[in-house]
Nanobody, 112 residues
Framework: VQLQASGGGLVQPGGPLRLSCTASGSIFSSYAVAWYRQAPGKQRDLVARITSGGFPNYADSVKGRFTIFRDSAKNTVYLQMNSLKPEDTAAYYC???????WGQGTLVTVSS
């Protein structure tokens, strides 16, 4: 399985951004998928995850601002990020939850 993360970039505070995690392989739909982020000098933290059945769960720091959802037909999990804050700046990684399969990371920078 290969995961391809994309969608990062520079955005102003308060703006939106959507990340995508697209997988090769048919097992993708059978697994929960998670987004993590890692800021410079900090540990990698769980941001959001979604079960194979589509049930989401969020870190307290992003509740009400981020939405995770999946399109099984496209083998893709999305992270819609709204009301972005400078403290959301980090490299974002997707992971087939509980496995060694990770996307390569996509950088999100929130700055004016």
């Amino acid at each position: 399985v290969q995961l391809q993360a994309s969608g990062g970039g520079l955005v102003q505070p308060g703006g939106p951004l959507r990340l995508s995690c697209t997988a090769s392989g048919s097992i993708f739909s059978s697994y929960a998928v998670a987004w993590y982020r890692q800021a410079p000098g900090k540990q990698r933290d769980l941001v959001a995850r979604i079960t194979s059945g589509g049930f989401p769960n969020y870190a307290d720091s992003v509740k009400g601002r981020f939405t995770i959802f999946r399109d099984s037909a496209k083998n893709t999990v999305y992270l819609q990020m709204n009301s972005l804050k400078p403290e959301d700046t980090a490299a974002y990684y997707c992971n087939l939850l509980g496995t060694r399969f990770w996307g390569q990371g996509t950088l999100v920078t929130v700055s004016s």
